[in-house]
């Protein structure tokens, strides 16, 4: 069994309560750091423990705390990023809805140490019902006297509320986060600056991902130094990875970082294999937008290491052979699915989520997604293989925000290592007519 | 002062200049020959906060960062929204990356756009056109049906035809910063967004026909001058008359002793030096109204620039140079 410190007790029953909660050790982190040390210590226990942000960047957490602008007399916020919109990513909603406080004493804990006063918990729209949960939460925190003046008996005062969002995927972006907050249209904001010298109103802001925040608590209970024990090298802690697909056990599961993703996907403890016995195709390791890898390179790296469930790890061997562990969607293939048919999935979510502002990704998104269709449909034409690798290379990299990287990445893998099966659509359009769409052209090849 | 470097040319810009700023710079001083180092902007426009950053046409490569941080930056960047560092070089048309990548951005601006050039008012003096014979391709590689809008009317002075528009946001941020209300605003998402006043309500300020000027394509266009003619048949003359609202300082395009539209002078780079009012724009059509100064220099590389006035006198010199010439050998 490997180590769990986030979602250990999710079947503790009746721990979304506050009483529940504490009776479980809860909260012994903001007793710990507000009584007992001072916010620089508690970063600089954070910077320790090498937490990295689980949101998708993997930025290290007490670097970017460091970076916080505290020019005298102005705000500084604090904003958790519970928009999680990524396609196969779903860790977040379910540690908000089973265990809400794990979230409230993080935003305590890491206000404390940012010197925040007040702090908002940006949820998307669809998570309605978890928003409610949390300000349940919220509720029973202050009337035991966790949030709100003088928190504990100390003079550390604190205001948390939970925003709803309206539900698109762009405002996962901190920036377009940080516009929609603000009342404003959810674009991305052109940076510099960045969000640590103006952010929330103008103000130096900081904004985590609800696991990076909710990982705080354990930090601060055990020690940074102990916390970097767990894991591998520069990943260090545990890591909630939301499993679906073609797999017997999906589930969102905690693992410790450099557990190899063979044991992952085939060991009882966690996926539990493939369905039906099948053979493993292809993995998406970090929710949509990473890129796809085929069997053969997910287990094992092109130089014939296993691979492990750590950032460095899964990128080893750049884009070409690698991918990234990103927000830790784990979407699994087995040998009956169609790569085209999920790219053109992949497509139309990117097109619909574009916000329009920059010129390659409102354009690019769609113009893909039309060529997709016509590929899936069986009026794709020979050339357009290769325009759509030309347009995903012209997107990547020129646009204001990272959506317009994460709409090319899954094009640039399914072509990088699944090109013949584009080439299958396109040079035998009568085979895939009249197919349930979870069916590979592979597999009517040989039929 | 900061030091930067572009495309091998350098010079000491103000801190908070931008790598765009300081590239116009360079190509502005009198002493400078060589070819146009400064990127083209379709979005950016000097005379608007917060403009720019949108349409990516004028990214450029960072080779290195500051002399403190010789690092190169990762990513293209905009360079209307990126601001000098002591030490900076940039490379701009010397990159065939960046050409490469600002050919791909030309494209993705033109899929969507109706290339309906030869009915629009905007032809001659549009930046889209100059930018797409500039960068772009020959041929187009889109072939599905483009998006189309229905035209709509603001007000009496105004043509919104969202299916030329290219987003730059320009005319919000004219909306935004020089009329006291906001009435226009983006809509939708997406290749879907449209630029719009949302209840067609008519925009009813002084200066609200300014979002013509600073519209890069024909999407905004005068309705007081639609279809009367192609713009590079007209003759731009400065002019001035007494206005109680704005400077009163315009250009008047006549065709004979007709005037036929009146805009604001522009500068090299296609702005607008001062803002006009409604009134002048759209009320004084007649050259009675008008204290005509001289010819308007156009000093921009574009269909615009042709047929004009110094052109012409250059023409004839040539020509009488030319007869001389022949006549000598004779």
Known sequence: MGKKLLIHNDNVPGIATLEVYRQNGGYASVEKALKTMTPADVVEEVKKSGLRGRGGAGFPTGMKWSFLAKPEGVERYLVCNADESEPGTFKDRYLMEKIPHALIEGMITSSYALGAKTSYIYIRGEYFYVARILEQAIEEAYAAGLLGKNILGTNFSHDCYVQVGGGAYICGEETALLESLEGKRGNPRIKPPFPAIAGLYGCPTVVNNVETIAAVCPIINMGGDEYAKIGIGRSTGTKLISASGHINKPGVYEIELGLPVEEFIYSEEYCGGIINGRKLKAVVAGGSSVPILPAELILKNDKGEARLMSYESLSEGGFATGTMLGSGGFIVYDETSSIVKNLYTFARFYHHESCGQCSPCREGTGWMEKILHRIVEGHGKPSDVDLLWDIQRKIEGNTICPLGDAAAWPVASAIRHFRHEFEEYINHPERIKDVKHYYSVNQLAGA | MAKVTIDGHSIEVPDGTTILQAAR???????????????????????????????????????????????????????????????????????????????????????????????????????????????????????????????????????????????????????????????????FRGDASEISTYIEKAIDNDFSGNVIDVCPVGALTDRTFRFKSRVWFTKPMDAHRNCTTCSGKVAIWMKGNDVLRVTARKDKWGEAIDWICNECRFEKKDAKDWVIEKPSHIDRHSVISQNHYENLAQLKLDISKQQKQIAGKK
């Open chain 2, 25 to 187: 710079m360079i190509v502005q001083d009198k002493n400078y020959e060589g070819e146009n180092i400064a990127p083209p902007t379709m979005c950016y426009y000097s005379k608007l906060k917060t403009s720019g950053g949108y349409c990516r046409t004028c990214i450029v490569k960072v080779t290195k960062g500051s002399e403190k941080d010789p690092r190169p930056m990762p990513k293209p960047v905009a360079s209307c929204r990126t601001t000098v560092m002591d030490g900076m070089e940039v490379v701009n048309i010397t990159s065939p990356e960046v050409l490469e990548a600002r050919k791909g951005v030309v494209e993705f601006l033109l899929i969507n756009h109706p290339l309906d050039c030869p009915i629009c008012d905007q032809a001659g003096e549009c930046h889209l056109q100059d930018l797409g014979y500039e960068h772009g391709l020959a041929k187009t590689r889109y072939d599905f049906s483009r998006r189309t809008f229905n035209q709509i009317d603001i007000g009496p002075y105004i043509k919104l035809h969202m299916t030329r528009c290219i987003m730059c946001f320009r005319c919000i941020k004219v909306a935004d910063q020089i009329t006291n209300n906001r009435y226009q605003g983006m809509l």
